[in-house]
Structures are given as C-alpha cells and as structure tokens.
C-alpha cells in the first residue's frame, strides 16, 4: 500500500543547530508539503514543491528550507534551531488539487 | 490575516444527536475546501470536499454545507459518535494552486 512516512517521529536538539527532517512518499505525487501545527494556529504551511527541482515558500518559511532531488521524498531543513521552532511538523502530498495525504507528524523540540 | 476562521475552538455533543462545525473564510477566490480529522499523535485524515459549483455534498454521515453568499461552509456529523471525538480543520484552495490554507481548527467531543 502507498504510504507517507516521516522520521524521526521525535527529536530533541539544541538551539543553534542543524536539524532535517525527512519525509517519503510513495503515492508517486508531484506534490509535496510541510506544514506545522501550534495551539491556535492550526496548520501552517511552511513550504511546498510541485515537482522535482520546484520549491515555493509558504506563510512561515524563516529558517527553514527544502530541497526535492526526486518525487518521493522532500527534507525539511532547519538551518539553526531555535526554540520558537518547537512544534509538531506534518508532511503531506496531493495529486493535482486531490486532498493531501498527511504523515504522522514529528514532534521537535529545541532547548 | 487568517483567511480562513474557526471561531470555536471546543465542541461537546451527546452522542447520537448532531455535530456542527463551521468555518469561515474571507477570500472570494477560493473554491475548493477540505474537511480533515486529527486524532493525537496522529496526521490528519481527509473526511469530505466541496467544490464552490456545489451547496452541498454528502458521504455517509458526514455532510458539507457550503453558502458561498456569506463565505461560509458547516460540516454536520449525524449522528455523533465518540469516536468521532477530535480536532477537526477545515481547509481552502483557490484555483491556479494546489495548495491550501487551513483553519485553526475545532477539538469535538462527543459524550457517550
């Protein structure tokens, strides 16, 4: 069955660092997204790409970046931790504009 | 600028009778929405679509209403059951993207 994945499901790291986040699919979509969720935010869009090599910022892209070298997987990147990044990370993909399937969610925590 | 609203953050219902949720929205140009469901330490999971050509549509007990006058839509649940305890976001697109602006979601409980 096609699936989406993320790892890891959990990471502790300290402000200042690197930190990437994976996420897989294997629906075979061209689209791909991070979102975060925050008690009364909801889900934020952080960045989106339509295809390999296609990358788009969304509403809360400071300190993050992504990179798609194929279709199923696109890492989000956080360039140097800090603690306003604590949150839950959810990936997900679409056809077209089909709903999206979402991973399960990392939870990041930055002391 | 939240462009797409859910005003009530907590819902409690008894189970068996209805559960209304609702979201609004403030951008005229969108016209496709999504209803998701979250349980804990789980993604979300798609529930029903509505296409702005339509009022209405219908998958078993889940119902979406769409008033596109007043840039509102409602999903209804009928009937509620606990395990449709959750948090609940609705979702719009406008076309050109594939992408989607969520709401800040709505935590239903349903009390058996």
């Known amino acids: 069955d096609a699936e989406i994945t993320q790892s890891p499901r959990h990471k502790i790291t300290e402000t200042g660092r690197q930190v990437t986040l994976a996420c897989h699919q294997t629906?075979?979509?061209?689209?791909m997204f991070w979102y975060r969720q925050d008690l009364g935010h909801g889900l934020r869009l952080i960045h989106y790409?339509?295809?390999?090599?296609?990358?788009n910022k969304g509403e809360v892209s400071d300190g993050y970046s992504v990179s798609r070298s194929n279709t199923e997987d696109l890492p989000l990147t956080l360039e140097s931790a800090a603690s306003s990044q604590t949150s839950v990370y959810f990936c997900?993909?679409?056809?077209?504009?089909?709903?999206?399937?979402f991973g399960p969610g990392t939870r990041l925590t930055v002391l | 600028d939240q462009q797409v609203k859910q005003n009530s953050p907590s819902l409690s219902v008894q189970e068996g009778r209805i559960s209304i949720l609702n979201c609004d929205y403030t951008?005229?140009?969108?016209?496709?929405f999504l209803w998701y469901k979250k349980y804990p330490a789980e993604g979300p999971t798609f529930l029903i679509s509505?296409?702005?050509?339509?009022d209405k549509n219908e998958d078993g007990r889940f119902t979406v209403f769409l008033n596109k006058s007043a840039k509102h839509l409602s999903l209804h649940i009928v009937p509620s059951q606990p395990g449709d305890s959750a948090v609940y976001f609705c979702?719009?697109?406008?076309?050109?993207?594939?992408?989607?602006?969520f709401g800040t979601g709505t935590r239903l409980k349903v009390l058996a």
């Open positions: 997900a993909s679409s056809d077209y504009r089909a709903e999206q399937f």
């Open positions: 629906w075979n979509h061209n689209n």
């Open positions: 790409s339509y295809g390999v090599h296609d990358t």
């Open positions: 951008n005229s140009m969108f016209d496709y």
């Open positions: 509505i296409s702005s050509i339509k």
């Open positions: 979702a719009a697109s406008y076309s050109g993207t594939y992408k989607y602006i």
